[in-house]
């Protein structure tokens, strides 16, 4: 039988690009990749992918341009929009499964949990993933907290089968490298010692990511529910590198 994987996007700090990762993963790995993807809101204080999802709904319909986009897609793909559902941290596992339930042919259900391990719930929803994808930037304060609170995890599943949870997957994310590299090679040297897994793909500082379909000024957007990254602006942006190195970890 085929087996969905699910993957708890999450660091207990915010403004580290959790909820854009998120989608930009989702919208690449569904209408571009291919994979059936779903994805769990799970962001109780502002569930954010659920209302980028009504507002990028009421761009198109205010759109000849962008339904037009997502005919041309229809035709190419025959794939709908992949589902965003409501949720909470406590109840995360039990809305993936119920997805599942629905959709056998899932691949992956993305978890978007919110930026704070004290959120009821965060800790538990973890351990019942296969995976955690974890965003970090080059900030001490940043770093300290996930690495304590990622350490503490893996202690706590470490040699007990009956834990779901394989693996942290960590990215470098937001990453400028006109600035001093000082803090991001520290904090790799580290994490190498303590033999977790930071993934070989860096993804850059760059405006690009802030670009949302409903605010994109003309036809210019990266980041959208409905639709993909737009090839020209995928160069550079390493998300297509990210995406299919998490594809291959997960052995999809």
Same mark, same amino acid.
């Given at each position: 039988?085929?087996?969905?994987?699910?993957?708890?996007?999450?660091?207990?700090?915010?403004?580290?690009?959790?909820?854009?990762?998120?989608?930009?993963?989702?919208?690449?790995?569904?209408?571009?990749?291919?994979?059936?993807?779903?994805?769990?809101?799970?962001?109780?204080?502002?569930?954010?992918?659920?209302?980028?999802?009504?507002?990028?709904?009421?761009?198109?319909?205010?759109?000849?341009?962008?339904?037009?986009?997502?005919?041309?897609?229809?035709?190419? $793909?025959?794939?709908? @929009?992949?589902? *965003? &559902?409501?949720? #909470?941290?406590?109840?995360?596992?039990?809305? /993936?499964?119920?997805?599942?339930?629905?959709?056998?042919?899932?691949?992956?259900?993305?978890?978007?949990?919110?930026?704070?391990?004290?959120?009821?719930?965060?800790?538990?929803?973890?351990?019942?993933?296969?995976?955690?994808? $974890?965003?970090?930037? @080059?900030?001490? *304060? &940043?770093?300290? #907290?996930?690495?304590?609170?990622?350490?503490? /995890?893996?202690?706590?599943?470490?040699?007990?089968?009956?834990?779901?949870?394989?693996?942290?997957?960590?990215?470098?994310?937001?990453?400028?490298?006109?600035?001093?590299?000082?803090?991001?090679?520290?904090?790799?040297?580290?994490?190498?010692?303590?033999?977790?897994?930071?993934?070989?793909?860096?993804?850059?500082?760059?405006?690009?990511?802030?670009?949302?379909?409903?605010?994109?000024?003309?036809?210019?957007?990266?980041?959208?529910?409905?639709?993909?990254?737009?090839?020209?602006?995928?160069?550079?942006?390493?998300?297509?590198?990210?995406?299919?190195?998490?594809?291959?970890?997960?052995?999809?």
């Amino acid at each position: 039988m085929k087996r969905t994987i699910s993957i708890a996007v999450s660091n207990q700090k915010g403004g580290v690009g959790k909820s854009t990762m998120t989608v930009l993963l989702a919208s690449y790995l569904h209408y571009r990749r291919g994979c059936n993807v779903a994805v769990v809101d799970c962001d109780t204080h502002q569930h954010s992918l659920t209302n980028m999802r009504k507002r990028d709904m009421q761009t198109v319909e205010r759109s000849d341009y962008y339904k037009q986009l997502i005919v041309e897609q229809w035709e190419r $793909t025959q794939k709908k @929009a992949y589902p *965003i &559902v409501e949720s #909470s941290p406590q109840q995360a596992r039990d809305t /993936v499964d119920e997805l599942i339930a629905q959709r056998p042919d899932l691949d992956i259900v993305l978890v978007d949990l919110p930026g704070s391990v004290d959120s009821p719930g965060v800790f538990s929803t973890i351990l019942n993933m296969d995976y955690v994808l $974890t965003p970090i930037v @080059a900030d001490r *304060i &940043v770093m300290q #907290s996930t690495l304590s609170f990622s350490t503490a /995890v893996l202690d706590t599943f470490k040699g007990r089968e009956d834990i779901p949870l394989k693996e942290f997957l960590f990215f470098w994310n937001k990453v400028d490298r006109r600035v001093s590299t000082e803090v991001f090679d520290a904090y790799t040297t580290i994490m190498q010692r303590l033999n977790l897994r930071v993934m070989q793909t860096i993804i850059p500082e760059s405006r690009r990511f802030d670009k949302e379909l409903s605010v994109a000024g003309g036809k210019t957007y990266f980041r959208c529910t409905l639709l993909p990254p737009p090839a020209r602006h995928l160069k550079g942006s390493n998300l297509d590198a990210l995406a299919e190195e998490v594809v291959n970890l997960i052995e999809l």
